[in-house]
């Protein structure tokens, strides 16, 4: 065997041995247009925490998710999203992406200006990366209703979706790890392009991804400093 060939075989080993990744998604909407119970975890108006999120086959996580800003202030969110997701949104279900939270930077429908929602979740895997898609839409529009979601842990991304008439993109942030404590946030505000004169801003849907990091078996770190021995009397030679 080559030395190149040791390695190609070490880094099948590490592959081999990694864990399978855990799938949650969360839907943010109307209480009358939640998604299969089975397979998403529904926020609705009143519900604010989720104790213990379920992952895409129901099985319980011990993730907790909770809105600890508001997105808005009462009163049921619309349903004025696409029914018809598409493209790399079709992830999502339709009750998922028709509806929405919102917030907004000027006084609106009697409530307060609401700039800011964000939501926690807690209990993640210290060995573990995240990755989040997520999805804001709203049809029928002629303005510019872009958000921007910023990520904090013990790393963080951000990145900005337009939700206007969109019913096939999504916005990916990857590589996130938890922070001390096991927490990673997600926060929404309006984006850099907003032109819309409330404001508005969307979360229709996320889907989470955990995968565990590789961990080195026995075997690949002895088939390393097999290699590493073998190259060294090589160069004695």
């Known amino acids: 065997m080559r030395y190149s060939d040791v390695f190609v075989s070490v880094g099948l080993a590490l592959a081999s041995g990694t864990a399978s990744a855990q799938v949650l ?111 804001g839409s709203r049809m029928g529009v002629m303005d510019i209703r872009d958000a921007q979601y910023d990520l904090v842990g013990g790393n963080n991304e951000s990145g900005v979706l337009d939700a206007s008439n969109n019913d096939s993109n999504v916005l990916v942030l990857s590589g996130l790890m938890a922070d001390g404590s096991g927490m990673i946030s997600l926060s929404v505000s309006p984006g850099p392009n907003n032109d819309n004169t409330n404001g508005f801003f969307y979360l229709g849907a996320v889907q989470m991804i955990g995968r565990p990091v590789p961990v080195p078996s026995t075997a690949a770190l002895l088939a390393v400093g097999g290699a590493c021995a073998v190259r060294r009397r090589r160069a004695r030679a």
């Open 25 to 135: 998604y969360f839907d943010f909407g109307r209480t009358d247009t939640q998604s299969d119970a089975m397979r998403f975890n529904n926020f609705v108006p009143g519900v604010t925490t989720i104790g213990n999120s379920i992952d895409q086959n129901g099985n319980l996580t011990g993730i907790a998710t909770e809105i600890v800003d508001p997105f808005f202030d009462s009163g049921e969110p619309s349903s004025l999203g696409t029914g018809t997701p598409s493209g790399a949104a079709s992830l999502f279900e339709a009750a998922a992406t028709v509806d929405y939270y919102f917030g907004h930077t000027t006084p609106f429908a009697g409530a307060d200006a609401n700039p800011l929602g964000v939501i926690e979740f807690r209990n993640l895997d210290a060995n573990s990366t995240y990755t989040f898609t997520i999805f």
